[in-house]
């Protein structure tokens, strides 16, 4: 069966390690924190200028000064700091952040992502993302495999507006879990549970290598 | 001790104009200079360009001056949770430049830092690198971007003193500090306004001397976007 989004978020949260700092984007990536495994700390970093991002407040504790880069009310964690936009990008561009999550709207065999315009459509922009997949070493996106028409979003060249070239290293979606390498394409490493290989096969449009064996998630 | 205190909205706006280029701290809506764009909007000044990162909701923030027909442009990285933003841009009456957080970020801390441009990595092969000189710099390919010039900035600390010293609190840090440093004229609003000697200097994030005026907010309305919590176990 297909993952949800919370099973998407559940499997990215296996790639996190021990002394990572993380930063998520808005939407699935934002779940990932649900799911850190409790035998590793990792700090979550928020672009509008936060390290040591907490859970949501609880009711009434609200705070209009405390924010992550969606713009939700969130907390801070004993250890966090804050900073402004300039130091959060140093850190950025200056690789101190481990990991990057993000979604998108197509991938390219090559590592490409297209994730912030749609010709034609109200474009609300870039926010953090391209500085994001400009200079993050390791960048997975989460997304679904197929977009509402159900057209593959993993392609052989992307079609929208460029958000990066040949920066996405890994992709989770409901369906399976695929390395992007400069040789061979997409790699298929994992199925999503009760998901066959013909079907990730007939759901991706850009170059896909089938490795021998291609095991089930364990989630 | 040199005092930045001015004592009404007036004088804090004195010498804005029409057609001028002016950045709002702020990250959506935490953080931005609240009173200063209220007061911007009853002087009426038209044709401004505006740098800053989001372009408030309808009828607050940002917004406010937008309603009022007072924006040319908008130089911003990401906007449109706003009805009359979206209105105005499809119909050509406002201009948006769309450009990455931390190059917008970069170019106030250059302003206000004496570097005239510098190199970026963000937008390469992208549209926003079209017409941009590109240089190799350890084998990656990057973006020649210039620092901004702004006649006015309006920011928004938590703590700031006589001698126009700020502190920030929280998250509504974001892009103040830099805009401080940047504006040819910068106004600050504060929730608390002190005497000089109040704030350990050890813990001041903007020293006075980026900072031109200093006053009080009347009001901080401190709208919050979106209001997400945890469920209580």
């Known amino acids: 069966m297909a993952l949800d989004k919370n099973g998407i978020a559940k499997r990215i949260a296996q790639e996190l390690q021990n002394g990572w700092y993380v930063n998520l984007g808005i939407g699935i990536p934002t779940l990932v924190a649900n799911y850190v495994q409790d035998n590793i700390k990792v700090e979550f970093q928020s672009e509008n200028g936060i390290l040591g991002m907490g859970p949501f407040p609880l009711e009434g504790e609200e705070d209009a000064d405390l924010i992550n880069a969606g713009k939700q009310t969130i907390t801070s964690l004993p250890g966090s700091s804050f900073f402004d936009s300039s130091m959060s990008f140093a850190m950025i561009r200056s690789k101190k952040i481990q990991l990057t999550v993000l979604g998108a709207m197509e991938v390219s065999d090559k590592g490409d992502i297209a994730n912030w315009k749609i010709p034609g459509k109200m474009v609300k922009g870039m926010g953090g993302a391209m500085d994001l997949v400009a200079s993050a070493e390791n960048i997975i996106v989460a997304m679904q495999h197929t977009n509402r028409k159900g057209d593959s979003k993993l392609i052989e060249k992307c079609t929208l507006p460029i958000t990066g070239l040949g920066c996405v290293k890994k992709i989770v979606t409901d369906l399976a879990v695929l390395e992007v390498s400069p040789e061979l394409g997409f790699v298929l490493r994992e199925r999503a549970p009760g998901v066959s290989v013909e079907e990730i096969v007939s759901k991706t449009s850009g170059r896909l290598f089938l490795p021998d064996n291609v095991p089930e998630m364990s989630l | ?233």
């Open chain 2, 1 to 233: 001790m040199i005092s930045k205190v001015i004592h009404d909205l007036d004088e804090a706006l004195t010498g804005l104009e029409d057609d001028m280029t002016v950045m709002f701290g702020g990250f959506g809506l935490c953080g931005i200079p609240e009173n200063s764009i209220a007061a911007i909007r009853k002087k009426g000044t038209k044709n401004l360009t505006c740098i800053s990162n989001n372009a408030g909701v309808d009828g607050f923030g940002l917004g406010l001056l937008l309603e009022n027909h007072q924006i040319k442009k908008m130089i911003s990285s990401y906007v449109g949770e706003n009805d009359e933003f979206e209105r105005q841009m499809l119909s050509g009456e406002l201009e948006v430049e769309l450009i990455p957080q931390g190059t917008l970020a970069e170019r106030c801390r250059a302003g206000g830092s004496g570097i005239p441009a510098f190199f970026t990595p963000a937008g390469h092969g992208t549209e926003v690198a079209a017409g941009k000189e590109i240089r190799i710099f350890n084998g990656k390919p990057h973006i020649l971007e210039h620092a901004f010039d702004a006649s006015f900035a309006f920011v928004k600390a938590w703590k700031g003193d006589e001698a126009g010293n700020l502190i920030f609190k929280g998250t509504a840090r974001n892009f103040n500090p830099s805009m401080a440093m940047a504006g040819k004229i910068t106004v600050a609003e504060v929730e608390e306004l002190l005497p000089a000697g109040s704030l350990d200097p050890n813990s001041i994030h903007i020293p006075g001397v980026f900072v031109h005026r200093i006053f009080k907010g009347n009001v901080f309305e401190k709208r919050i976007e979106q209001r997400t919590i945890s469920k209580r176990n």
